[in-house]
């Protein structure tokens, strides 16, 4: 079941995959960004949508020193990676670095992702790490992908998302009551 699309943003879930897990393919700019492994545990998955929702329902300014998805994304892995930052800075790569998305748990941890709002849009910029992703202050192996969609879009795409997790969560602790 398709929520969003593969070439904005989507979630492909499979709900017949595993009973104890939620399995589900995310998508950004036609990158699949969890290759390696897609089975969410349910509840984590319920908080981090609706932690994402949180943060997209009301257009917002972008970051200070956001110019365009490629460049500010390249400044905010460099910041993110950079062992000699300070720590306490407020610069632009800082604010750039707190658009952090896709921090859904393990499954997403093999990707670089970052959403900038921009008023009723939103920029969507990523890296899939392939093999354990670029070391600690080495170059970047490729360009990021990035893609603009509506903030609308979205925020529809996180809604029904959440929705189908609760359902399946839902079904799932149900399942295992009747068990018990």
């Not at 992702?113 to 939103?122: E, I, K, S």
Request: net charge negative; proline share 6%; aromatic share 8%.
């Amino acid at each position: 079941m398709m929520v969003g699309s593969r070439s904005g943003f989507g979630l492909e879930f499979h709900v017949e995959r595993d009973p104890g897990l939620l399995c589900v393919d995310v998508f950004v700019g036609g990158l699949h960004v969890n290759t390696w492994d897609n089975a969410f545990y349910p509840p984590l998955l319920v908080k981090k949508l609706g932690d994402e929702l949180g943060r997209f329902r009301t257009p917002t300014a972008p970051p200070a020193g956001f110019t365009s998805s490629s460049e500010s994304f390249l400044a905010a892995e460099r910041w993110m990676h950079d062992d000699a930052r300070p720590g306490t800075g407020s610069g632009p790569e800082e604010a750039l670095a707190r658009c952090v998305f896709l921090e859904w748990g393990e499954c997403t941890d093999g990707v670089t992702a970052l959403a900038f709002p921009d008023g009723d849009r939103v920029h969507l910029a990523c890296r899939a790490r392939g093999g354990g992703g670029p070391a600690r202050g080495t170059e970047a192996r490729h360009e990021p992908t990035v893609v603009s969609l509506s903030r609308t879009a979205l925020v529809e795409t996180l809604e029904r998302g959440l929705v189908i997790a609760e359902r399946e969560w839902s079904a799932r602790r149900a399942a295992v009551d009747d068990r018990t």
